[in-house]
Protein backbone atom coordinates (compact mmCIF):
# COMPACT_ATOMS: atom_id res chain seq x y z
CA UNK A 1 0.00 0.00 0.00
CA UNK A 2 1.34 3.35 -0.73
CA UNK A 3 -0.26 5.25 2.31
CA UNK A 4 -1.56 9.23 1.72
CA UNK A 5 0.21 11.50 3.46
CA UNK A 6 -2.49 13.75 5.11
CA UNK A 7 -2.89 14.46 8.84
CA UNK A 8 -4.75 11.81 10.80
CA UNK A 9 -6.53 14.23 13.25
CA UNK A 10 -9.15 11.92 15.39
CA UNK A 11 -13.07 12.87 15.24
CA UNK A 12 -13.78 13.94 18.32
CA UNK A 13 -17.17 15.19 19.17
CA UNK A 14 -15.27 18.34 21.19
CA UNK A 15 -13.92 19.79 17.91
CA UNK A 16 -18.01 20.05 17.22
CA UNK A 17 -18.36 22.38 19.64
CA UNK A 18 -15.06 24.29 19.90
CA UNK A 19 -16.22 25.20 15.84
CA UNK A 20 -19.71 26.28 16.80
CA UNK A 21 -18.03 28.63 19.57
CA UNK A 22 -15.88 29.73 16.78
CA UNK A 23 -17.62 30.54 13.89
CA UNK A 24 -21.50 30.55 15.48
CA UNK A 25 -20.61 32.22 18.68
CA UNK A 26 -23.71 33.98 18.67
CA UNK A 27 -26.23 31.52 17.30
CA UNK A 28 -28.66 30.73 19.78
CA UNK A 29 -29.70 27.87 22.27
CA UNK A 30 -33.35 28.20 23.61
CA UNK A 31 -34.28 26.71 25.84
CA UNK A 32 -37.53 26.27 27.69
CA UNK A 33 -37.00 25.75 31.83
CA UNK A 34 -38.77 25.75 35.48
CA UNK A 35 -37.38 29.54 34.62
CA UNK A 36 -38.80 30.78 31.39
CA UNK A 37 -37.15 31.01 28.33
CA UNK A 38 -33.24 30.23 28.91
CA UNK A 39 -30.98 31.75 25.96
CA UNK A 40 -27.37 31.90 24.94
CA UNK A 41 -25.12 31.26 22.17
CA UNK A 42 -23.00 28.55 20.97
CA UNK A 43 -19.86 30.83 22.23
CA UNK A 44 -21.17 30.57 25.69
CA UNK A 45 -22.69 27.23 25.89
CA UNK A 46 -18.91 26.17 25.41
CA UNK A 47 -17.62 28.19 27.96
CA UNK A 48 -19.87 26.26 30.27
CA UNK A 49 -19.42 23.32 29.24
CA UNK A 50 -15.51 23.26 29.38
CA UNK A 51 -16.34 24.48 33.06
CA UNK A 52 -18.45 21.39 33.40
CA UNK A 53 -15.98 19.19 32.06
CA UNK A 54 -13.50 20.25 34.95
CA UNK A 55 -16.06 19.96 37.40
CA UNK A 56 -16.55 16.12 36.24
CA UNK A 57 -13.23 15.40 36.15
CA UNK A 58 -13.21 17.13 39.69
CA UNK A 59 -15.76 14.11 40.53
CA UNK A 60 -13.58 11.69 39.68
CA UNK A 61 -15.07 11.29 36.24
CA UNK A 62 -12.61 9.02 34.12
CA UNK A 63 -12.36 8.51 30.41
CA UNK A 64 -14.72 5.22 29.60
CA UNK A 65 -17.00 5.97 32.56
CA UNK A 66 -20.39 5.96 32.03
CA UNK A 67 -22.16 9.36 33.34
CA UNK A 68 -26.24 8.96 33.25
CA UNK A 69 -28.84 11.58 32.33
CA UNK A 70 -32.90 11.83 32.72
CA UNK A 71 -33.42 14.85 31.31
CA UNK A 72 -35.58 16.51 28.28
CA UNK A 73 -34.22 18.92 26.15
CA UNK A 74 -32.65 21.56 27.19
CA UNK A 75 -29.42 23.96 27.68
CA UNK A 76 -28.23 21.97 30.64
CA UNK A 77 -28.70 18.25 28.62
CA UNK A 78 -27.18 19.91 25.82
CA UNK A 79 -24.24 21.15 28.24
CA UNK A 80 -23.42 17.27 29.64
CA UNK A 81 -23.25 15.80 26.10
CA UNK A 82 -20.30 17.48 25.41
CA UNK A 83 -18.69 18.20 28.31
CA UNK A 84 -19.07 14.30 29.19
CA UNK A 85 -18.16 13.25 26.07
CA UNK A 86 -14.96 15.74 25.94
CA UNK A 87 -12.98 14.52 28.23
CA UNK A 88 -13.29 10.99 27.11
CA UNK A 89 -16.70 9.69 29.60
CA UNK A 90 -19.61 8.27 27.97
CA UNK A 91 -22.93 10.20 27.97
CA UNK A 92 -25.50 7.78 28.71
CA UNK A 93 -29.32 9.11 28.23
CA UNK A 94 -31.75 7.53 29.86
CA UNK A 95 -35.05 7.60 28.15
CA UNK A 96 -37.80 8.39 31.51
CA UNK A 97 -41.01 6.26 29.50
CA UNK A 98 -39.00 3.12 30.03
CA UNK A 99 -40.68 0.90 32.86
CA UNK A 100 -39.37 1.39 35.85
CA UNK A 101 -37.72 -2.22 35.70
CA UNK A 102 -35.85 -1.57 32.13
CA UNK A 103 -34.53 1.73 33.44
CA UNK A 104 -33.06 -0.10 37.28
CA UNK A 105 -31.62 -2.59 34.54
CA UNK A 106 -29.43 -0.59 32.41
CA UNK A 107 -28.30 2.01 34.86
CA UNK A 108 -26.93 -1.52 36.80
CA UNK A 109 -26.29 -2.60 32.84
CA UNK A 110 -23.93 0.68 32.36
CA UNK A 111 -22.72 0.85 35.73
CA UNK A 112 -23.80 4.73 35.76
CA UNK A 113 -21.47 6.82 38.59
CA UNK A 114 -23.14 9.88 38.01
CA UNK A 115 -26.79 10.59 37.23
CA UNK A 116 -27.85 14.08 36.15
CA UNK A 117 -31.57 14.48 36.45
CA UNK A 118 -34.22 17.04 35.74
CA UNK A 119 -36.36 18.25 38.42
CA UNK A 120 -39.62 16.47 37.07
CA UNK A 121 -37.79 13.14 37.63
CA UNK A 122 -37.10 13.89 41.09
CA UNK A 123 -39.74 11.31 42.40
CA UNK A 124 -38.83 8.79 39.76
CA UNK A 125 -35.43 8.92 40.55
CA UNK A 126 -35.94 8.86 44.36
CA UNK A 127 -37.97 6.03 43.82
CA UNK A 128 -35.89 4.18 41.77
CA UNK A 129 -32.50 4.62 43.81
CA UNK A 130 -32.67 1.53 46.41
CA UNK A 131 -32.12 -0.24 42.82
CA UNK A 132 -29.15 1.74 41.46
CA UNK A 133 -25.55 0.76 42.09
CA UNK A 134 -24.65 2.12 45.64
CA UNK A 135 -22.02 3.68 44.39
CA UNK A 136 -24.07 5.77 42.07
CA UNK A 137 -24.07 10.04 43.02
CA UNK A 138 -26.97 12.20 42.09
CA UNK A 139 -26.42 15.95 40.41
CA UNK A 140 -29.81 17.89 40.23
CA UNK A 141 -29.91 19.89 36.86
CA UNK A 142 -30.96 23.21 38.70
CA UNK A 143 -29.92 26.14 40.61
CA UNK A 144 -29.51 26.52 44.39
CA UNK A 145 -32.84 28.37 44.66
CA UNK A 146 -34.81 25.66 43.13
CA UNK A 147 -32.93 22.65 44.67
CA UNK A 148 -35.52 19.82 45.75
CA UNK A 149 -36.02 18.57 49.31
CA UNK A 150 -34.88 15.40 48.89
CA UNK A 151 -34.23 12.21 49.92
CA UNK A 152 -31.42 11.10 48.02
CA UNK A 153 -28.15 11.46 50.03
CA UNK A 154 -25.28 13.68 48.95
CA UNK A 155 -27.60 15.23 46.18
CA UNK A 156 -25.66 17.76 44.13
CA UNK A 157 -26.44 21.29 42.78
CA UNK A 158 -25.84 21.18 38.69
CA UNK A 159 -25.25 25.02 38.62
CA UNK A 160 -22.58 25.06 41.68
CA UNK A 161 -21.19 21.83 40.23
CA UNK A 162 -20.41 23.70 37.07
CA UNK A 163 -19.43 26.78 38.96
CA UNK A 164 -16.96 24.92 41.10
CA UNK A 165 -14.80 24.22 37.63
CA UNK A 166 -11.96 26.02 36.22
CA UNK A 167 -12.47 27.92 33.76
CA UNK A 168 -10.14 26.68 31.09
CA UNK A 169 -9.14 23.15 29.60
CA UNK A 170 -7.52 21.95 26.85
CA UNK A 171 -9.38 19.27 25.30
CA UNK A 172 -7.51 15.88 25.64
CA UNK A 173 -6.73 14.36 22.42
CA UNK A 174 -8.55 10.93 22.73
CA UNK A 175 -8.28 8.18 19.92
CA UNK A 176 -11.01 8.71 17.77
CA UNK A 177 -12.49 5.14 18.48
CA UNK A 178 -13.23 6.09 22.21
CA UNK A 179 -17.28 5.49 23.07
CA UNK A 180 -18.54 9.40 23.76
CA UNK A 181 -22.49 8.11 23.96
CA UNK A 182 -24.64 5.00 25.20
CA UNK A 183 -28.34 4.55 24.88
CA UNK A 184 -30.59 1.53 24.89
CA UNK A 185 -32.84 0.71 22.55
CA UNK A 186 -36.67 0.11 24.19
CA UNK A 187 -36.12 -3.74 23.83
CA UNK A 188 -40.20 -4.45 22.76
CA UNK A 189 -38.66 -8.31 23.75
CA UNK A 190 -36.32 -9.02 26.10
CA UNK A 191 -33.79 -6.96 28.28
CA UNK A 192 -33.16 -3.02 26.29
CA UNK A 193 -29.67 -3.61 24.48
CA UNK A 194 -26.94 -0.80 24.60
CA UNK A 195 -25.97 1.15 21.44
CA UNK A 196 -22.00 2.44 22.33
CA UNK A 197 -21.64 5.39 20.04
CA UNK A 198 -17.73 6.08 19.20
CA UNK A 199 -16.30 10.14 18.50
CA UNK A 200 -15.89 8.92 15.12
CA UNK A 201 -18.95 7.23 14.12
CA UNK A 202 -20.87 10.56 15.59
CA UNK A 203 -18.60 13.18 13.81
CA UNK A 204 -19.00 10.93 10.29
CA UNK A 205 -22.46 10.91 11.51
CA UNK A 206 -23.75 14.45 11.68
CA UNK A 207 -21.64 15.29 8.27
CA UNK A 208 -23.52 12.23 6.71
CA UNK A 209 -26.55 14.00 7.64
CA UNK A 210 -26.00 17.36 7.11
CA UNK A 211 -25.84 17.50 2.72
CA UNK A 212 -29.04 15.05 3.16
CA UNK A 213 -30.97 17.91 5.44
CA UNK A 214 -28.91 21.10 3.72
CA UNK A 215 -31.95 22.95 3.45
CA UNK A 216 -33.24 22.91 7.21
CA UNK A 217 -30.09 22.70 8.59
CA UNK A 218 -28.34 26.48 7.91
CA UNK A 219 -26.86 29.15 9.57
CA UNK A 220 -29.98 31.22 9.99
CA UNK A 221 -32.48 28.30 10.38
CA UNK A 222 -34.16 27.50 13.99
CA UNK A 223 -34.64 23.97 14.42
CA UNK A 224 -36.84 22.78 17.28
CA UNK A 225 -35.82 19.35 18.29
CA UNK A 226 -39.04 17.34 19.90
CA UNK A 227 -37.49 14.14 19.34
CA UNK A 228 -35.65 13.79 22.52
CA UNK A 229 -32.09 14.08 23.59
CA UNK A 230 -32.46 10.79 25.45
CA UNK A 231 -33.67 9.44 22.08
CA UNK A 232 -30.91 8.35 19.72
CA UNK A 233 -28.80 11.59 20.15
CA UNK A 234 -31.74 13.51 19.16
CA UNK A 235 -31.34 12.11 15.27
CA UNK A 236 -28.05 13.90 15.59
CA UNK A 237 -29.46 17.31 15.61
CA UNK A 238 -26.80 18.36 19.01
CA UNK A 239 -24.40 17.46 16.09
CA UNK A 240 -25.56 18.77 13.16
CA UNK A 241 -26.87 22.21 14.02
CA UNK A 242 -23.75 23.37 15.73
CA UNK A 243 -21.45 22.17 12.70
CA UNK A 244 -24.28 24.01 10.19
CA UNK A 245 -24.70 27.08 12.15
CA UNK A 246 -28.85 26.83 12.85
CA UNK A 247 -30.56 27.18 16.12
CA UNK A 248 -31.48 25.19 18.16
CA UNK A 249 -34.99 25.57 20.22
CA UNK A 250 -35.19 22.87 22.85
CA UNK A 251 -39.15 22.46 24.03
CA UNK A 252 -38.45 21.03 27.53
CA UNK A 253 -41.43 19.11 28.95
CA UNK A 254 -44.28 20.59 27.20
CA UNK A 255 -44.87 18.65 24.03
CA UNK A 256 -48.14 18.94 23.00
CA UNK A 257 -49.67 20.87 19.99
CA UNK A 258 -50.46 23.66 21.56
CA UNK A 259 -47.37 23.90 23.52
CA UNK A 260 -45.31 23.43 20.55
CA UNK A 261 -47.57 26.25 18.44
CA UNK A 262 -46.85 28.78 21.01
CA UNK A 263 -43.20 28.16 21.19
CA UNK A 264 -42.87 27.80 17.75
CA UNK A 265 -44.39 31.01 17.00
CA UNK A 266 -42.30 33.02 19.62
CA UNK A 267 -39.16 32.02 18.29
CA UNK A 268 -39.79 31.62 14.82
CA UNK A 269 -39.10 28.53 14.55
CA UNK A 270 -38.53 27.23 10.66
CA UNK A 271 -37.82 23.34 11.30
CA UNK A 272 -39.11 20.95 13.86
CA UNK A 273 -38.16 16.90 13.97
CA UNK A 274 -39.75 13.98 15.74
CA UNK A 275 -42.23 11.56 15.66
CA UNK A 276 -45.84 11.62 13.62
CA UNK A 277 -48.26 11.53 16.38
CA UNK A 278 -46.60 15.01 17.46
CA UNK A 279 -47.06 16.63 14.24
CA UNK A 280 -50.31 15.02 14.65
CA UNK A 281 -50.60 17.21 17.96
CA UNK A 282 -49.23 19.95 16.02
CA UNK A 283 -52.19 19.70 12.85
CA UNK A 284 -55.04 19.77 15.34
CA UNK A 285 -53.62 22.82 17.05
CA UNK A 286 -52.96 24.40 13.37
CA UNK A 287 -56.64 23.45 12.53
CA UNK A 288 -57.69 25.00 15.90
CA UNK A 289 -55.95 28.39 14.73
CA UNK A 290 -56.37 28.32 11.38
CA UNK A 291 -52.80 28.69 10.66
CA UNK A 292 -49.12 27.69 10.65
CA UNK A 293 -46.37 28.80 13.62
CA UNK A 294 -44.94 32.31 11.61
CA UNK A 295 -41.99 30.96 10.56
CA UNK A 296 -42.34 27.39 10.28
CA UNK A 297 -41.35 26.14 6.76
CA UNK A 298 -40.21 22.40 7.17
CA UNK A 299 -40.48 19.29 9.21
CA UNK A 300 -38.57 16.08 9.72
CA UNK A 301 -40.45 13.08 10.67
CA UNK A 302 -39.47 10.25 11.30
CA UNK A 303 -39.29 7.00 14.31
CA UNK A 304 -42.62 5.74 12.36
CA UNK A 305 -44.56 5.98 8.62
CA UNK A 306 -45.69 9.14 8.19
CA UNK A 307 -49.22 9.00 6.89
CA UNK A 308 -49.91 10.33 3.81
CA UNK A 309 -52.89 12.58 5.01
CA UNK A 310 -50.00 14.01 7.07
CA UNK A 311 -47.90 14.59 4.50
CA UNK A 312 -50.87 15.87 2.06
CA UNK A 313 -52.65 18.27 5.00
CA UNK A 314 -49.71 20.25 5.86
CA UNK A 315 -48.24 20.53 2.32
CA UNK A 316 -51.39 21.44 0.77
CA UNK A 317 -53.06 23.62 3.76
CA UNK A 318 -49.83 25.10 5.11
CA UNK A 319 -47.38 24.87 2.88
CA UNK A 320 -45.25 23.00 5.07
CA UNK A 321 -42.39 21.21 3.79
CA UNK A 322 -42.51 17.25 5.11
CA UNK A 323 -39.30 15.67 5.01
CA UNK A 324 -39.65 11.99 5.96
CA UNK A 325 -36.89 9.69 7.42
CA UNK A 326 -36.33 6.22 8.57
CA UNK A 327 -33.48 5.33 10.86
CA UNK A 328 -32.76 3.08 14.39
CA UNK A 329 -31.26 3.73 17.66
CA UNK A 330 -28.23 1.15 16.14
CA UNK A 331 -27.43 3.57 13.11
CA UNK A 332 -26.85 6.44 14.85
CA UNK A 333 -29.95 6.63 13.83
CA UNK A 334 -30.34 8.20 10.29
CA UNK A 335 -30.68 6.14 7.62
CA UNK A 336 -32.74 8.14 4.47
CA UNK A 337 -34.63 10.98 4.28
CA UNK A 338 -36.83 12.22 1.09
CA UNK A 339 -35.16 14.14 -0.94
CA UNK A 340 -37.41 15.47 -4.15
CA UNK A 341 -34.96 17.44 -6.53
CA UNK A 342 -35.65 19.67 -9.43
CA UNK A 343 -36.88 16.88 -11.02
CA UNK A 344 -40.03 17.00 -9.06
CA UNK A 345 -40.92 20.30 -8.86
CA UNK A 346 -43.58 20.25 -11.20
CA UNK A 347 -45.29 17.31 -9.89
CA UNK A 348 -48.91 17.71 -8.51
CA UNK A 349 -49.60 17.33 -5.14
CA UNK A 350 -50.52 13.90 -5.10
CA UNK A 351 -47.29 12.66 -6.76
CA UNK A 352 -45.52 14.41 -4.42
CA UNK A 353 -47.12 13.12 -1.75
CA UNK A 354 -46.79 10.03 -2.50
CA UNK A 355 -43.22 10.06 -3.08
CA UNK A 356 -42.93 11.71 0.56
CA UNK A 357 -44.81 8.77 1.62
CA UNK A 358 -41.62 6.97 1.01
CA UNK A 359 -39.11 6.37 3.30
CA UNK A 360 -36.48 8.14 1.40
CA UNK A 361 -33.23 7.45 -0.18
CA UNK A 362 -30.36 6.58 1.55
CA UNK A 363 -27.77 8.83 2.47
CA UNK A 364 -24.23 8.91 1.94
CA UNK A 365 -22.47 6.33 4.35
CA UNK A 366 -25.37 4.00 4.55
CA UNK A 367 -25.91 0.93 2.40
CA UNK A 368 -28.89 -0.44 2.06
CA UNK A 369 -29.01 -4.69 1.17
CA UNK A 370 -32.53 -6.60 0.81
CA UNK A 371 -32.10 -10.04 2.02
CA UNK A 372 -34.79 -13.08 0.66
CA UNK A 373 -36.07 -15.68 2.74
CA UNK A 374 -33.16 -18.07 1.99
CA UNK A 375 -30.60 -15.25 2.70
CA UNK A 376 -30.32 -14.54 -1.38
CA UNK A 377 -29.74 -10.48 -1.90
CA UNK A 378 -32.80 -8.96 -3.41
CA UNK A 379 -32.88 -6.80 -6.52
CA UNK A 380 -33.24 -3.13 -6.40
CA UNK A 381 -36.76 -3.34 -8.80
CA UNK A 382 -39.39 -1.59 -6.77
CA UNK A 383 -41.08 -4.94 -6.29
CA UNK A 384 -38.61 -7.46 -4.68
CA UNK A 385 -39.75 -7.60 -1.07
CA UNK A 386 -37.10 -8.79 1.59
CA UNK A 387 -35.29 -8.14 5.18
CA UNK A 388 -33.41 -5.14 5.01
CA UNK A 389 -29.78 -4.88 6.16
CA UNK A 390 -27.62 -2.02 6.73
CA UNK A 391 -24.14 -1.28 6.31
CA UNK A 392 -22.16 2.02 7.62
CA UNK A 393 -19.07 3.78 9.34
CA UNK A 394 -22.21 5.04 11.96
CA UNK A 395 -24.08 1.35 12.46
CA UNK A 396 -23.22 -1.04 15.32
CA UNK A 397 -21.40 -4.07 15.16
CA UNK A 398 -22.46 -5.24 18.17
CA UNK A 399 -23.83 -4.19 21.66
CA UNK A 400 -22.31 -3.24 24.85
CA UNK A 401 -20.69 -5.80 26.89
CA UNK A 402 -21.19 -8.02 24.11
CA UNK A 403 -24.47 -9.73 24.12
CA UNK A 404 -26.15 -10.65 21.20
CA UNK A 405 -23.47 -9.02 19.08
CA UNK A 406 -21.91 -10.73 15.94
CA UNK A 407 -23.89 -13.59 14.67
CA UNK A 408 -27.56 -12.07 15.98
CA UNK A 409 -27.17 -8.59 14.43
CA UNK A 410 -24.70 -8.84 11.61
CA UNK A 411 -24.89 -11.45 8.97
CA UNK A 412 -21.37 -13.14 7.47
CA UNK A 413 -20.64 -10.05 5.30
CA UNK A 414 -20.94 -7.88 8.15
CA UNK A 415 -23.86 -6.07 7.51
CA UNK A 416 -26.96 -5.23 10.69
CA UNK A 417 -30.10 -7.13 10.23
CA UNK A 418 -32.77 -4.19 10.54
CA UNK A 419 -35.77 -6.44 11.31
CA UNK A 420 -37.52 -3.88 9.02
CA UNK A 421 -39.50 -6.38 5.61
CA UNK A 422 -38.93 -3.50 2.73
CA UNK A 423 -38.28 -2.63 -1.22
CA UNK A 424 -36.52 -0.37 -2.88
CA UNK A 425 -37.42 0.69 -5.99
CA UNK A 426 -34.64 1.74 -8.97
CA UNK A 427 -34.07 4.87 -8.25
CA UNK A 428 -33.02 4.49 -4.82
CA UNK A 429 -36.11 5.26 -2.97
CA UNK A 430 -36.89 2.83 0.40
CA UNK A 431 -40.03 2.17 1.42
CA UNK A 432 -40.80 -0.07 5.01
CA UNK A 433 -43.67 -2.32 4.21
CA UNK A 434 -43.52 -3.10 7.93
CA UNK A 435 -41.43 -4.01 10.98
CA UNK A 436 -41.17 -7.89 10.53
CA UNK A 437 -43.01 -8.83 13.70
CA UNK A 438 -45.87 -6.03 13.03
CA UNK A 439 -46.52 -7.99 9.41
CA UNK A 440 -49.95 -9.67 9.13
CA UNK A 441 -49.38 -13.14 7.53
CA UNK A 442 -52.71 -13.58 5.76
CA UNK A 443 -52.67 -17.37 4.31
CA UNK A 444 -49.76 -17.23 1.74
CA UNK A 445 -49.67 -13.35 1.76
CA UNK A 446 -48.36 -10.32 3.44
CA UNK A 447 -50.71 -7.56 4.65
CA UNK A 448 -48.56 -4.46 5.52
CA UNK A 449 -49.82 -2.42 8.86
CA UNK A 450 -48.38 0.71 7.61
CA UNK A 451 -50.02 0.29 4.50
CA UNK A 452 -53.92 -0.33 5.86
CA UNK A 453 -52.50 2.60 8.22
CA UNK A 454 -52.32 5.24 5.83
CA UNK A 455 -55.09 4.56 4.16
CA UNK A 456 -57.14 4.26 7.07
CA UNK A 457 -55.97 7.31 8.54
CA UNK A 458 -56.94 9.03 5.18
CA UNK A 459 -60.68 8.42 5.61
CA UNK A 460 -63.33 11.17 7.09
CA UNK A 461 -63.05 11.20 10.54
CA UNK A 462 -60.67 9.34 11.31
CA UNK A 463 -58.10 10.61 13.80
CA UNK A 464 -55.37 8.22 14.56
CA UNK A 465 -55.65 4.31 13.72
CA UNK A 466 -53.28 1.22 13.93
CA UNK A 467 -53.43 -2.10 12.38
CA UNK A 468 -52.38 -5.70 14.62
CA UNK A 469 -52.83 -9.02 13.42
CA UNK A 470 -55.33 -11.04 15.15
CA UNK A 471 -55.50 -15.08 14.69
CA UNK A 472 -58.08 -16.91 12.31
CA UNK A 473 -58.68 -20.09 11.93
CA UNK A 474 -58.38 -20.34 8.18
CA UNK A 475 -55.83 -17.45 7.47
CA UNK A 476 -53.34 -17.71 10.19
CA UNK A 477 -53.98 -13.47 11.06
CA UNK A 478 -55.99 -11.21 9.74
CA UNK A 479 -55.93 -7.23 10.32
CA UNK A 480 -57.63 -5.90 13.19
CA UNK A 481 -57.90 -1.94 12.93
CA UNK A 482 -58.34 0.12 15.34
CA UNK A 483 -59.66 3.54 15.26
CA UNK A 484 -59.36 6.69 17.32
CA UNK A 485 -62.24 9.15 15.95
CA UNK A 486 -61.43 12.88 15.12
CA UNK A 487 -63.28 15.78 17.18
CA UNK A 488 -66.90 16.19 16.79
CA UNK A 489 -66.61 13.04 14.72
CA UNK A 490 -68.37 9.90 14.93
CA UNK A 491 -67.48 7.32 11.76
CA UNK A 492 -69.02 4.23 11.83
CA UNK A 493 -67.20 0.68 10.49
CA UNK A 494 -68.92 0.25 7.17
CA UNK A 495 -68.08 3.82 6.24
CA UNK A 496 -64.51 3.12 7.06
CA UNK A 497 -64.37 -0.02 5.08
CA UNK A 498 -66.11 0.93 2.03
CA UNK A 499 -63.68 3.75 1.38
CA UNK A 500 -60.70 1.71 1.94
CA UNK A 501 -62.36 -0.99 -0.38
CA UNK A 502 -62.06 1.89 -2.88
CA UNK A 503 -58.09 1.65 -2.31
CA UNK A 504 -57.36 -1.98 -1.65
CA UNK A 505 -57.81 -5.68 -2.52
CA UNK A 506 -60.50 -7.48 -0.92
CA UNK A 507 -58.64 -9.44 0.66
CA UNK A 508 -56.29 -6.58 2.63
CA UNK A 509 -59.33 -4.44 3.88
CA UNK A 510 -59.38 -5.47 7.56
CA UNK A 511 -61.94 -7.51 9.12
CA UNK A 512 -62.84 -5.56 11.93
CA UNK A 513 -63.09 -1.99 13.01
CA UNK A 514 -63.00 -1.51 16.96
CA UNK A 515 -63.09 2.10 18.29
CA UNK A 516 -60.89 3.40 20.94
CA UNK A 517 -60.61 6.46 23.26
CA UNK A 518 -56.53 6.88 22.73
CA UNK A 519 -53.64 4.23 21.10
CA UNK A 520 -50.60 3.20 23.63
CA UNK A 521 -47.33 4.92 22.78
CA UNK A 522 -43.94 3.70 23.80
CA UNK A 523 -40.98 5.18 25.09
CA UNK A 524 -40.40 6.64 21.69
CA UNK A 525 -43.70 8.16 21.26
CA UNK A 526 -44.97 5.65 18.84
CA UNK A 527 -47.80 3.29 18.72
CA UNK A 528 -47.25 0.22 20.93
CA UNK A 529 -47.91 -2.54 18.90
CA UNK A 530 -47.31 -4.89 21.38
CA UNK A 531 -49.61 -3.28 24.72
CA UNK A 532 -52.01 -3.31 21.30
CA UNK A 533 -51.86 -6.77 20.51
CA UNK A 534 -52.27 -7.51 24.61
CA UNK A 535 -55.20 -5.61 24.68
CA UNK A 536 -56.92 -7.44 21.57
CA UNK A 537 -55.14 -10.79 22.68
CA UNK A 538 -58.77 -12.86 23.28
CA UNK A 539 -60.29 -10.90 20.70
CA UNK A 540 -62.47 -13.04 18.58
CA UNK A 541 -63.10 -12.14 14.92
CA UNK A 542 -66.83 -12.55 14.07
CA UNK A 543 -67.73 -14.95 10.83
P1 LIG B 1 -37.46 1.78 19.17
O1 LIG B 1 -37.51 0.28 18.97
O2 LIG B 1 -37.09 2.22 20.51
O3 LIG B 1 -38.62 2.49 18.56
P2 LIG B 1 -35.83 2.93 17.13
O4 LIG B 1 -36.27 4.31 17.23
O5 LIG B 1 -34.42 2.63 16.90
O6 LIG B 1 -36.18 2.17 18.40
O7 LIG B 1 -36.75 2.23 16.05
C1 LIG B 1 -36.30 1.93 14.77
C2 LIG B 1 -37.42 1.33 13.99
O8 LIG B 1 -38.47 2.28 13.83
C3 LIG B 1 -37.05 0.93 12.59
O9 LIG B 1 -36.44 -0.32 12.55
C4 LIG B 1 -38.42 0.93 11.90
O10 LIG B 1 -39.13 -0.25 12.14
C5 LIG B 1 -39.14 2.05 12.59
N1 LIG B 1 -39.09 3.28 11.78
C6 LIG B 1 -38.27 4.33 11.93
N2 LIG B 1 -38.54 5.28 11.02
C7 LIG B 1 -39.55 4.81 10.25
C8 LIG B 1 -40.28 5.32 9.12
N3 LIG B 1 -40.05 6.51 8.61
N4 LIG B 1 -41.23 4.52 8.58
C9 LIG B 1 -41.50 3.30 9.08
N5 LIG B 1 -40.86 2.78 10.15
C10 LIG B 1 -39.90 3.52 10.72
Not at 104 to 112: C, F, L, M
Not at 248 to 259: H, M, T
Request: aromatic share 8%; glycine share 10%; proline share 6%.
Amino acid sequence: MLEGMMMNRPLLVSSIIDYAADVHPGTDIVSVTEDGLHRYGYGDARKRILRLANALRDLGVKPGDRVATLAWNGYRHFELYYAIAGIGAVCHTINPRLFAEQITYIVNHAEDTLLFFDLTFTPLVEKLSPGFPKSLRYVAMTDRAHMPASSLSGLLCYEEVLASGAPDLTWPELDENAACALCYTSGTTGDPKGVLYSNRATVLHALFVLPACAKALQNGRRVLPVVPLFHANAWGLPYTAPIAGAALIFPGAKLDGESLFALMDSERVTGGWGVPTVWLGLLAEMQKRGRKPNALTDVLTGGSAAPLSLIETFERDYGIDIVHGWGMTEMSPVGTTTRLGPQDAGRPLAERVDIKSRQGKRIFGVELKLVGPDGETLPHDGEATGELFVRGAAVVRGYYKGEQAEGRGLDADGWFGTGDVARITPDGYLIVVDRTKDLIKSGGEWISSIELENHAMGCQGVAHAAVIAVPHDRWGERPLLVVVKGKDADPCKDSILAQLGDKLAKWQLPDDVVFVDELPLTATGKISKLVLRAKFSDYKLSG
